[in-house]
């Protein structure tokens, strides 16, 4: 059963960081780009970051360059987004995705797994 868990979200001040983590099971995703999305209240879920399945390539949402970082380990089945300088209208459920094997698109696009997300709440 392939399954992607999130952790590390919570509440953080405006200006300060967290990083997320997304652990795989079930399935070995090595080959698979991975990604970052994320759904604020009332919104819909919009993209964030992805990375290459050799971590070669990355990709990420203008409003995210120069303060977020995705990376992998791809012995670990882990993914991870370093977050840093957090806005208040960051606040939202953060979710992992895997794509399909041995492709890539730096807008994150037709991703078939996801987790179930984990809420960041950035206070004012």
């Known amino acids: 059963q392939a399954k992607l868990v999130e952790s590390g979200g919570g509440l953080v001040q405006a200006g300060g960081s967290l990083r997320l983590s997304c652990a795989s099971s079930g399935r070995t995703f090595s080959t698979y780009p991975m990604g970052w999305f994320r759904q604020a209240p009332g919104k819909e879920r919009d993209f964030v970051a992805t990375?290459?399945?050799?971590?070669?390539?990355?990709g990420y949402a203008d409003s995210v360059k120069g303060r977020f970082t995705i990376s992998r380990d791809n012995a670990k089945n882990t993914v991870y987004l370093q977050m840093n300088s957090l806005k208040p209208e960051e606040t939202a459920v953060y979710y992992c995705a895997a794509g399909r094997p041995y492709s890539f698109d730096s807008r994150g696009t037709n991703m078939n797994y996801w987790g179930k997300g984990t809420l960041v709440t950035v206070s004012s």
């Open positions: 990375i290459h399945w050799n971590s070669s390539t990355t």
